[in-house]
């Protein structure tokens, strides 16, 4: 049969949409066409639904926020490959239990997988996966607490009796994609890492073998491994590690320095008390001598010329003495020079070993320095039982500033709160950065609504100061948790409440401050 003109389609086209009643719009007129005319019906590409759909989507990760991207990129290009290839990846950054429902649909297997061959994919298969993720679990760690839950869901899942092959695929595909990233952060962690053990190695046999030469080294290598750990926050510590060293080095051959110059001068001082004491020796040998020959004068004649002998010698002694006397004066000038530049090398090295407590960019306390003040501020507590505040302080949306307006600029930020924090503080109070975008105050002699109220006026005034970046004006806010330190409660968990608190803050809206 010879297919029809498409003259002739479109105007049977016009005869069906009278006979059924149709309106003429463009979609019953295509859709009658491609019936008449055989060609299968393909329905226009839904690029509106779908970008409200990647709108909604959550993007409160750095892994969200990618595939979020890629798929409004897939969207833009009409690509449904690139579409299901960014849902699929995203969903290994949201929690997945063996509770979820299954994906709807066939199941993404090939045509040639039939029922016999799910036994061995659900039981001996699956069992020799299960085992391989939990022996690669040690090595990438348990910072990553939805990384943990993902891991423990998919083991439940792997061996639940009778468990859905397309269901555990789906979850293993998604567990695959946040492995990745898992495993990238883990090796770059080791890698920096390893670079601070070998720089402190380097110069530990250059250093004094006083053990005070070595603490700001070592305690800044015991703040860098310990949990939880961040590229960033290494980089910080290695930085500040070698600026602290050069300052040792340099420290060391002064003090070094002048030890020999304070040496030279001793051994001069002990040569000078040896010709002094020679000279005196001589002049008191001469005086008896004159003595005797003024005893066997017989006349004046004859006491002249030891009188002058006398004269001489106590000239020439008097000289000495003042040479004598300027010598030591001089060194003596020169000695007290010497230990004053000795004491201020001295306060150098403490306070190059002190750095190590702070963060080299906010001022701020860091880990080590934190975990030294709250123990001190226990001690006052149980001694004198005080209340005491601790509030953690995690800026909103820094993510967002550091990708759209750059690190430096998230660096500036950080700055910015410290340095408001700082003049909104007590004397009393103690700032510490905690990692990241997170900051601790301790709050001494506060009871807990009171902590709230301090946090809360430093909210106020935070929206009072504007931050400038370039000419831009940017608001800095933060959420915050307060906890007052229970009875034998020990200072880290009163933090871990705090951030608990924090989290439910955030939860809640951001900029906000809860009380734990």
Known sequence: ???????????????????????PTPVNYKSIYNEIAGIPSVEAFPARELKEIAHALPAKTPGQQKQRGLLEFAIDRMQWDGIKAALVAYGGFTPVTSADSPPSGPAPLSSNHTTSGAPALTSEFLSQIGKLIEYAQPALGNDDQH????????????????????TVKMMLVNYSHRLSFVAEDQAEIKSVLLKLLHLVFENIGDLSPEEQWLRGQMDALMIAAQPPLSLRRLDDVERRLKDVIVKQKDAKEKALQAQNEMRQMLASFIDRLSQMTESTGSFQEKLEDSARQIEQAKSLSEIAPVLKDVVGATRTMALNSQTARDELRTMRVKAETTEAEIAKLHQELDRVSVQARHDPLTGALNRKGLEEAL??????????????????????????INDTLGHTTGDQALKHLATVARECMRPQDTLARFGGEEFVILLPDTPLDKGIEAMTRLQRELTKRFFLTGTEK???????????????????????RADQAMYLAKRSGKNRVLGA
């Open 1 to 23: 049969m010879n297919e029809k003109k498409s003259f002739e389609v479109a105007r049977e086209t016009l005869k069906q949409l009278t006979a059924r009643k149709l309106a």
């Open 147 to 166: 990384f943990s839950e993902q891991t423990t869901n998919l083991l439940k899942s792997m061996r639940s009796p009778g468990a859905d092959v397309t």
């Open 375 to 400: 123990e001190r501020e226990i001690s006052t507590v149980r001694r004198k039982d005080t209340p005491l505040c601790t509030a953690l302080l995690d800026i909103d949306n820094f993510k967002t």
């Open 474 to 496: 940017l608001l800095i806010t933060f959420s915050a948790g307060v906890a007052q330190l229970a009875a034998d409660e020990a200072g880290m968990e009163a933090i871990r």
